[in-house]
């Protein structure tokens, strides 16, 4: 199982960003994620950085660590420009980057523009449109669609990406049109949980739904003949009913990781600690786990 983290981009890269993303390439994680909002939920008063710079910057000063959003969406992305900078940021990386990806929610972002929040159906129709167009401008040398959302008129992504034929898509998704364009487009699913029983739900009624999640992936893949084993499964921890249990010890941890690695799941992605915000966690615990936990996930034996 690969272990990853997530980096928030509030702290000023001069004043402490730069060094939490060499620390997360020393600890030997898989891969750094930061969140691609332009503010997010309890830190809408404070710092909040561009994750794209962020990762640009973090390219520059990291060597083997894999850089990433979770997620990219529609809310306030259009795949035209979108596309010229993942092309560049997967150079600047040298091939380290993968494109979390999907269909955006109802947040801050999703009316920073002026727009009216769209409805849960209207941000599905829109991703349907914005992942597929996406993919072509990443892998086709000209690209032209005029969509019900989205256009583009002769767009070059020249040369292409550094990956072949292109960067890794990362698809979160949970419900049935989600899982058809992950399945179609993804080199790897992501999920959160079951958002409805984040307040009431117990471990046990977190991991059946990730089940039920599961399934609807492989039923996905099975529509259009592709194994999903072919997929990376990634779990993004703080949003089940555990919360933030996992990070409390190592013993913890490697509990929590080894029966989600029993349901299927081949990455955790666990966020790196912030104080006094709802990331807050030991930062020794959470760097043991980094380097101890690996090892411990490989011969461990757990009972789900």
């Known amino acids: 199982m690969r272990l990853s983290t997530v980096i928030l981009p509030v702290r000023p890269w001069h004043?402490?960003?730069?060094?939490?993303?060499?620390?997360?390439?020393?600890?030997?994680?898989?891969?750094?994620?930061?969140?691609?909002?332009?503010?997010?939920?309890?830190?809408?008063?404070?710092p909040w950085y561009g994750a794209l710079p962020t990762l640009a910057a973090a390219a520059g000063v990291t060597a083997r660590l894999r850089?990433?959003?979770?997620?990219?969406?529609?809310?306030?992305?259009?795949?035209?420009?979108?596309?010229?900078?993942?092309?560049?940021?997967?150079?600047?990386?040298?091939?380290?980057?993968?494109?979390?990806?999907?269909?955006?929610?109802?947040?801050?972002?999703a009316v920073a523009l002026g727009q009216t929040a769209w409805t849960p159906r209207e941000r599905a129709d829109r991703f349907e449109e914005f992942l597929p167009l996406l993919d072509r401008l990443l892998t086709e040398e000209a690209v032209s669609q005029d969509g019900t959302y989205y256009t583009a008129v002769e767009a070059r992504t020249l040369p292409g990406c550094v990956q072949r034929?292109?960067?890794?898509?990362?698809?979160?998704?949970?419900?049935?049109?989600g899982m058809r364009l992950a399945a179609r487009h993804g080199q790897a699913w992501v999920t959160t949980g079951d958002p409805a029983i984040f307040e009431t739900g117990t471990p046990e009624?977190?991991?059946?739904?990730?089940?039920?999640?599961?399934?609807?992936?492989?039923?996905?893949?099975?529509?259009?003949?592709?194994?999903?084993d072919e997929l990376e499964k990634v779990l993004l921890t703080g949003f089940t009913p555990d919360r933030g249990a996992p990070l409390e010890s190592l013993d913890a941890f490697v509990d929590f990781a080894g029966r989600h690695s029993e349901l299927g799941f081949t990455e955790i992605v666990v966020h790196a600690p912030i104080p006094d915000s709802e990331f807050a966690a030991d930062r020794a615990v959470f760097e043991r786990?980094?380097?101890?936990?690996?090892?411990?996930?490989?011969?461990?034996r757990v009972t789900v």
């Not at 402490?16 to 503010?39: I, N």
């Not at 150079?91 to 999907?102: A, C, H, I, K, W």
Request: glycine content about 12%.
């Open 289 to 300: 786990i980094a380097t101890e936990a690996p090892a411990q996930l490989a011969t461990a």
């Open 205 to 228: 009624d977190s991991r059946e739904a990730l089940r039920r999640q599961l399934d609807g992936l492989g039923k996905a893949c099975a529509e259009i003949g592709r194994d999903t």
């Open 67 to 109: 850089l990433g959003t979770l997620v990219t969406s529609p809310n306030f992305r259009h795949p035209v420009p979108l596309a010229k900078e993942l092309m560049s940021l997967d150079d600047l990386s040298g091939g380290r980057f993968t494109l979390g990806v999907g269909a955006g929610g109802k947040g801050f972002d």
């Open 15 to 46: 004043s402490g960003g730069r060094d939490e993303w060499l620390r997360a390439e020393e600890l030997g994680f898989h891969t750094a994620y930061t969140y691609d909002h332009l503010t997010w939920r309890t830190f809408r008063d404070g």
């Open 165 to 177: 034929p292109r960067l890794p898509f990362a698809v979160a998704a949970t419900g049935p049109r």
